[in-house]
């Protein structure tokens, strides 16, 4: 090999070599610039996290104290009782009429046996 030919191949591969480290720079820039992007967005969801996170502590807190300072509370307490005695009221006469039912159907049966009616 000569020495024109070792110095054409020093620069071949010094062209070949530039060429892979240029590539490689810009590929690292291109993800420089997309992990930029997404931790900007994420800085905008985590502030947007943390401001529902205070608003809900807020409101977790003001219901606490409602259940607490309600002002409707003895009118709910009232119509609570009255929805319980109504239905404990219409459970017992729908119980009683079916026993009642049940009595004179078996007497009526009883009577017929005894009757041969």
Same mark, same amino acid.
């Given at each position: 090999m000569t020495t024109d030919e070792r110095r054409e191949m020093r620069e071949m591969l010094h062209e070949i070599l530039s060429g892979y =480290?240029?590539?490689?720079e810009s590929q690292y820039t291109v993800m420089d610039v997309k992990l930029? !992007?997404?931790n900007k967005r994420l800085d905008t969801l985590n502030g947007k996290? =943390?401001?529902t996170v205070e608003r809900v502590e807020v409101l977790e807190k003001a219901e606490a104290l409602h259940t607490v300072t309600c002002p409707n509370l003895t009118?709910?307490?009232t119509i609570e009782d009255n929805q319980l005695s109504v239905k404990s009221v219409k459970t017992w006469v729908i119980s009683s009429v079916g026993i009642a039912s049940l009595v004179v !159907?078996?007497?009526f049966v009883i009577f017929k046996m005894v009757t041969g009616l």
């Open positions: =480290q240029a590539l490689n930029d !992007g997404i996290t =943390q401001k009118r709910i307490r !159907g078996i007497i």
